[in-house]
């Protein structure tokens, strides 16, 4: 099993500046990449951005493209996300996933084996 905790939500003005943070624990050698999404009320969970464990590589949601950046630090096994020009549509709460499967879409939650309690990210206009 692998363990998931993220933190560093929390309440910011159209276009401030917010960084996840997402520590892992457990069997954590087994999984492949480690993804984001963030959920709205009443809507589904939607994808943000996923990082390959071994070779780095990224992939973004088409709406946080040049404003989110994702990264991962290997002596803390935790990945970040940095969240720059936040809108109020980024309002969410913000689910850090990790998965073992090598050639899965990185876009659907259906891909991800782990997934964390979620923190709240609150843009305010």
């Known amino acids: 099993q692998v363990q998931l905790v993220e933190s560093g939500g929390g309440l910011v003005q159209a276009g401030g500046s917010l960084r996840l943070s997402c520590a892992a624990s457990?069997?954590?050698?087994?999984?492949?990449?480690r993804g984001w999404f963030g959920q709205a009320p009443g809507k589904e969970r939607g994808f943000v951005a996923q990082v390959t464990w071994s070779g780095g590589n990224t992939y973004y949601g088409d709406s946080v493209k040049g404003r989110f950046s994702i990264s991962r630090d290997y002596t803390k096994n935790t990945v970040y996300l940095q969240m720059n020009s936040l809108e109020p549509e980024d309002t969410a709460v913000y689910y850090c996933?990790?998965?073992?499967?090598?050639?899965?879409?990185?876009?659907?939650?259906?891909?991800?084996?782990?997934w964390g309690q979620g923190t709240q990210v609150t843009v305010s206009s």
């Open positions: 996933a990790a998965t073992r499967m090598v050639s899965a879409p990185p876009s659907l939650p259906g891909t991800y084996d782990y």
């Open positions: 457990g069997r954590t050698f087994s999984t492949y990449a």
